[in-house]
């Protein structure tokens, strides 16, 4: 099912949603927009999110925007146990929700 071809279809979307898609476009633009976090980071934090979320297109996604943004290898493995640190502390602060006290 995941072919980054899919992607073209989000113009059919947006011919079929004009506004809510004109919406999305200038949130995520304004988003991802250098500010009080510069860009680099925000496709950094948006990478990791990926990787909670496990959504192949963002991964493909924010990896080249944030290597465009200067990224490094090192700063995008950093990024995967940042993610990674996340899912694991999530999946055993749930488990106080399973285990007796």
Same mark, same amino acid.
């Given at each position: 099912? /995941? $072919? ?6 989000? *113009? !059919?979307?947006? &011919?079929?949603?004009? &506004?809510?898609?004109?919406? /999305?476009?200038?949130? $995520?633009?304004?988003?991802? =927009? $250098? ?5 680099? /980071? ?7 999110? =990926?990787? %909670?979320?496990?959504?192949? /297109?963002?991964? +493909?996604? #924010? ?6 943004? @200067?990224? %490094?290898? !090192?700063?995008? &493995? +950093? ?9 694991? *502390?999530?999946?055993?602060? #749930? *488990? %106080? #929700?399973?285990?007796? @006290?």
């Amino acid at each position: 099912m /995941y $072919d980054m071809k899919n992607l073209k279809a989000l *113009g !059919a979307i947006g &011919a079929a949603a004009p &506004a809510a898609m004109e919406a /999305y476009r200038k949130f $995520d633009e304004a988003a991802l =927009a $250098d500010g009080a976090i510069p860009k680099k /980071y925000k496709e950094l934090i948006a990478l990791a999110v =990926a990787m %909670t979320t496990q959504c192949p /297109y963002c991964l +493909e996604v #924010h990896r080249k925007h944030a290597l465009a943004a @200067g990224a %490094t290898e !090192a700063e995008l &493995a +950093e990024t995967i146990f940042v993610a990674a640190a996340l899912r694991a *502390g999530a999946a055993v602060t #749930h *488990g %106080t #929700h399973v285990v007796a @006290g």
